[in-house]
């Protein structure tokens, strides 16, 4: 992988973090009295704990009762201070250097290896990119165990047969239209390793992206290999499954994501674990799962944040699949109607290339695109620039209704999200914990906090003491209510928040649905209305202009061809991210947002990690690790410590208790600057001298 090259020295660490990293002494001692195994005592357990200065192997000694169960990769319960722990072992060896009389394992949980080798190189390599814990990685890696599954796992191991594979998709797929397509799915199916960036031109019918992707993963199937996909949603995990049963049969493909439940996540993990099915598709946890002879990792929009894991250390499911690319040498896929700047940067470099379609294709295939802010529109309509529906939305929407579904695409769920005073202006702020104030629906009169629901019945502003209010924004289900008067007797239906939908039919009907919560429309919609896009481009976000171009192509994709009368209409001024929509160019947009944040130094160029803490915790970790680094000859560019604001009603309280630091540092540079991060965590962590800090590394909420 591009990532944390080329290679740097090992860095000199300061004596106070040296205790934290893996000890030993040179000393044998085994328990007397107590029948250990004949070959191999010594078990190396990797303790299920958050606590940084554990986070390396304990030695514990084989009883013989327990020498057949106790093989590597097990859940074990160990003796641990005092307490009775969950672990995993990790291997068997003939000696310790602990030092010290060793404990025997208290019992082997289950005899299922869960914890395979080559998830256990990958959790390793994420935990060390990532500067976190390895046992927090393996808590997102293995799913919770569910006992009466473990009873059948032998018999399924040894009963796994696998059908002859499937035969590789014939000439005539939907990679035919893009160049490199054909020639990439040819090297698939020759038991090849290419690395493509792709980007569909569709999001529906038979040329849609789960038809490319399950044609990629049924070419690897073909060569007898396995795969890896992840997706952000169920919603997508759903269009996929469909494809790929089209093309593989149903007993070598495992589904993985939380949203099924305990039960059936376990029991195709355990599948592909056995080696009964060969192809994992899932959300963001499955980029873990043990595939035997792997062949082809794949991840469709990338750019969604859904692909972050909301636990530590926040691993983003892109960066995992890269990292085990690399580790077993196997074929990647990154896809998206849009190019992240991640995924931009990979190109640059050359680690992989592009499939693209041409010009002529892309114009056949795509709807047509027009901006309310250009000086055409401006001239026909002089107020497009304020209206929330300029004439042409307005037009484009009457006539698609003619055909079919229309798209209205708005940036803000509820029906009020935000109020402010009709006097000056200000953001309506609750008088309890100083939260936004909203209305939640059409039948609701009074605003309320969206922190802590408290009405607020005798709002007075504190700026200008003004008692009315305004809508700030407007949200899903009141632009639904103000197109429903706009269009009678036309069927609006809205898609967001808990309410989102997957599909909807192809009868004349208004989808009014937030960004990311857009249905799939039968045949395609004949227009969408791309409204709000200002709001979403003055996001306070460096990605803000990324995101929005990502999720403009997400919405656009699901319009017909212009040549069948699709239509996008989208109402922001006229900016670089509202050009690469006209031209339908994700990749240059891509490719001019790495080229600014390169000479700005910004990610994705180099690497940051974020420091999040009390002020003395940040400032005694930032400073340990600027010394540390000093003395290898190794600086880094910092910002802060500048005050967080939590986002809810306690940040009313402690509006300025934490703060955060922002590290920056070069993929060269990488390696060592994390090694240190870890070393003065799990430090930190051991002494108690100071409270602890949260580390973040490549988050992209960050700036």
Same mark, same amino acid.
């Given at each position: 992988?591009?990532?944390?090259?080329?290679? #740097?020295?090992?860095?000199?660490?300061?004596?106070?973090?040296?205790?934290?990293?893996?000890?030993?002494? $040179?000393?044998?001692?085994?328990?007397?009295?107590?029948?250990? +195994?004949?070959?191999?005592?010594?078990?190396?357990?990797?303790?299920? &704990?958050?606590?940084?200065?554990?986070?390396?192997?304990?030695?514990?000694?084989?009883?013989?009762?327990?020498?057949?169960?106790?093989?590597?990769?097990?859940?074990?319960?160990?003796? @641990?201070?005092?307490?009775?722990?969950?672990?995993?072992?990790?291997?068997?060896?003939?000696?310790?250097?602990?030092?010290?009389?060793?404990?025997?394992?208290?019992? /082997?949980?289950?005899?299922?290896?869960?914890?395979?080798?080559?998830?256990?190189?990958?959790?390793?390599?994420?935990?060390?990119?990532?500067?976190?814990?390895?046992?927090?990685?393996?808590?997102?890696?293995?799913?919770?165990?569910?006992?009466?599954?473990?009873?059948?796992?032998?018999?399924?191991?040894?009963?796994?047969?696998?059908?002859?594979?499937?035969?590789?998709?014939?000439?005539?797929?939907?990679?035919?239209?893009?160049?490199?397509?054909?020639?990439?799915?040819?090297?698939?199916?020759?038991?090849?390793?290419?690395?493509?960036?792709?980007?569909?031109?569709?999001?529906?019918?038979?040329?849609?992206?789960?038809?490319?992707?399950?044609?990629?993963?049924?070419?690897?199937?073909?060569?007898?290999?396995? +795969?890896?996909?992840?997706?952000?949603?169920?919603?997508?995990?759903?269009?996929?499954?469909?494809?790929?049963?089209?093309?593989?049969?149903?007993?070598?493909?495992?589904?993985?994501?939380?949203?099924?439940?305990?039960?059936?996540?376990?029991?195709?993990?355990?599948?592909?674990?056995?080696?009964?099915?060969?192809?994992?598709?899932?959300?963001?946890?499955?980029? @873990?799962?043990?595939?035997?002879?792997?062949?082809?990792?794949?991840?469709?929009?990338?750019?969604?944040?859904?692909?972050?894991?909301?636990?530590?250390?926040?691993?983003?499911?892109?960066?995992?699949?890269?990292?085990?690319?690399?580790?077993?040498?196997?074929?990647?896929?990154?896809?998206?109607?849009?190019? &992240?700047?991640?995924?931009?940067?990979?190109?640059?470099?050359?680690?992989?290339?592009?499939?693209?379609?041409?010009?002529?294709?892309?114009?056949?295939?795509? $709807?047509?695109?027009?901006?309310?802010?250009?000086?055409?529109?401006?001239?026909?309509?002089?107020?497009?620039?304020?209206?929330?529906?300029?004439?042409?939305?307005?037009?484009?929407?009457?006539?698609?209704?003619?055909?079919?579904?229309?798209?209205?695409?708005?940036?803000?769920?509820?029906?009020?999200?935000?109020?402010?005073?009709?006097?000056?202006?200000?953001?309506?702020?609750?008088?309890?914990?100083?939260?936004?104030?909203?209305?939640?629906?059409?039948?609701?009169?009074?605003? #309320?906090?969206?922190?802590?629901?408290?009405?607020?019945?005798?709002?007075?502003?504190?700026?200008?003491?003004?008692?009315?209010?305004?809508?700030?924004?407007?949200?899903?289900?009141?632009?639904?209510?103000? %197109?429903?008067?706009? @269009?009678?007797?036309?069927?609006?239906?809205?898609?967001?928040?808990?309410?989102?939908?997957?599909?909807?039919?192809?009868?004349?009907?208004?989808?009014?649905?937030?960004?990311?919560?857009?249905?799939?429309?039968?045949?395609?919609?004949?227009?969408?209305?791309?409204?709000?896009?200002?709001?979403?481009?003055?996001?306070?976000?460096?990605?803000?202009?990324?995101?929005?171009?990502?999720?403009?192509?997400?919405?656009?994709?699901?319009?017909? $061809?212009?040549?069948?009368?699709?239509?996008?209409?989208?109402?922001?001024?006229?900016?670089?991210?509202?050009?690469?929509?006209?031209?339908?160019?994700?990749?240059?947009?891509?490719?001019?947002?790495?080229?600014?944040?390169?000479?700005? #130094?910004?990610?994705? &160029?180099?690497?940051?990690?974020?420091?999040?803490?009390?002020?003395?915790?940040?400032?005694?970790?930032?400073?340990? /690790?600027?010394?540390? %680094?000093?003395?290898?000859?190794?600086?880094?560019?910092?910002?802060?410590?500048?005050?967080?604001?939590?986002?809810?009603?306690?940040?009313?309280?402690?509006?300025?208790?934490?703060?955060?630091?922002?590290? @920056?540092?070069?993929?060269?540079?990488?390696?060592?600057?994390?090694? /240190?991060?870890?070393?003065?965590?799990?430090?930190?962590?051991?002494?108690?001298?100071?409270?602890?800090?949260?580390?973040?590394?490549?988050?992209?909420?960050?700036?």
């Amino acid at each position: 992988m591009v990532a944390d090259t080329p290679a #740097q020295p090992a860095l000199e660490l300061p004596g106070a973090l040296q205790p934290t990293l893996l000890q030993g002494f $040179p000393a044998k001692r085994l328990p007397t009295g107590v029948p250990l +195994a004949r070959e191999l005592p010594v078990a190396r357990v990797l303790v299920e &704990s958050t606590l940084p200065h554990l986070d390396r192997p304990f030695d514990y000694a084989v009883p013989e009762s327990l020498d057949q169960a106790a093989q590597p990769g097990v859940r074990v319960k160990v003796s @641990f201070n005092g307490q009775d722990l969950s672990g995993f072992l990790l291997e068997r060896t003939a000696e310790s250097d602990a030092g010290h009389t060793l404990v025997p394992l208290a019992k /082997v949980v289950s005899p299922v290896p869960v914890l395979t080798p080559a998830i256990r190189d990958l959790v390793n390599a994420v935990a060390a990119r990532y500067a976190g814990t390895v046992s927090d990685v393996i808590r997102v890696a293995i799913p919770p165990r569910v006992a009466k599954l473990d009873k059948d796992y032998p018999q399924t191991e040894s009963g796994a047969e696998q059908d002859p594979p499937a035969a590789a998709p014939d000439a005539g797929s939907a990679w035919d239209t893009y160049h490199n397509g054909p020639a990439y799915l040819r090297h698939l199916g020759q038991g090849g390793s290419p690395r493509a960036v792709l980007h569909p031109l569709q999001g529906y019918g038979a040329a849609g992206w789960p038809q490319l992707m399950a044609e990629a993963i049924a070419a690897t199937h073909a060569a007898g290999r396995g +795969a890896v996909v992840v997706v952000p949603d169920y919603r997508d995990l759903d269009r996929l499954e469909a494809a790929v049963l089209a093309l593989i049969p149903a007993k070598a493909v495992a589904r993985l994501t939380a949203d099924d439940g305990p039960t059936p996540r376990y029991r195709n993990f355990l599948r592909l674990l056995a080696g009964t099915a060969t192809v994992a598709i899932g959300t963001r946890s499955a980029a @873990f799962a043990p595939v035997r002879n792997l062949g082809l990792v794949a991840c469709w929009d990338d750019g969604d944040d859904l692909h972050i894991e909301q636990r530590a250390p926040y691993a983003h499911a892109r960066e995992v699949l890269l990292l085990r690319a690399e580790q077993e040498g196997t074929a990647c896929l990154l896809a998206g109607h849009a190019r &992240s700047t991640e995924v931009q940067r990979l190109v640059a470099a050359g680690w992989a290339f592009p499939v693209e379609s041409g010009r002529t294709e892309m114009r056949r295939t795509v $709807p047509r695109v027009v901006n309310t802010a250009d000086s055409f529109e401006q001239d026909r309509d002089p107020l497009a620039s304020i209206a929330r529906l300029p004439g042409a939305a307005w037009r484009a929407a009457k006539d698609g209704l003619e055909r079919g579904p229309v798209l209205v695409q708005v940036a803000r769920a509820g029906y009020a999200p935000s109020l402010a005073c009709e006097t000056c202006r200000e953001p309506a702020r609750c008088g309890t914990c100083q939260g936004p104030l909203a209305i939640a629906g059409a039948g609701s009169a009074m605003a #309320q906090c969206r922190w802590c629901s408290t009405p607020a019945p005798d709002w007075r502003c504190t700026h200008c003491g003004g008692r009315h209010l305004r809508k700030g924004a407007t949200g899903v289900l009141r632009t639904a209510e103000e %197109l429903g008067r706009a @269009f009678p007797g036309k069927t609006v239906i809205t898609s967001s928040g808990d309410q989102v939908k997957a599909t909807v039919g192809s009868g004349k009907a208004l989808v009014v649905a937030t960004v990311g919560a857009e249905p799939v429309a039968e045949g395609g919609y004949a227009a969408a209305l791309l409204l709000d896009g200002d709001s979403l481009l003055r996001r306070e976000s460096l990605r803000a202009g990324e995101d929005t171009v990502r999720r403009w192509f997400n919405a656009a994709a699901l319009v017909r $061809p212009a040549a069948d009368g699709g239509l996008v209409v989208v109402t922001a001024a006229d900016t670089t991210a509202v050009g690469a929509l006209l031209r339908w160019d994700p990749a240059g947009h891509a490719y001019r947002e790495l080229a600014l944040r390169t000479e700005l #130094q910004l990610p994705p &160029s180099v690497r940051v990690a974020s420091v999040t803490g009390p002020r003395a915790a940040v400032d005694h970790f930032t400073s340990t /690790v600027a010394a540390a %680094l000093d003395t290898a000859g190794t600086t880094l560019r910092t910002a802060g410590p500048a005050p967080v604001l939590l986002n809810g009603p306690a940040s009313a309280r402690r509006p300025a208790e934490d703060v955060r630091t922002l590290l @920056f540092f070069s993929y060269a540079q990488a390696a060592g600057v994390v090694r /240190v991060l870890r070393a003065t965590r799990a430090a930190a962590a051991a002494k108690r001298t100071v409270e602890p800090v949260q580390l973040r590394l490549d988050g992209v909420d960050v700036l």
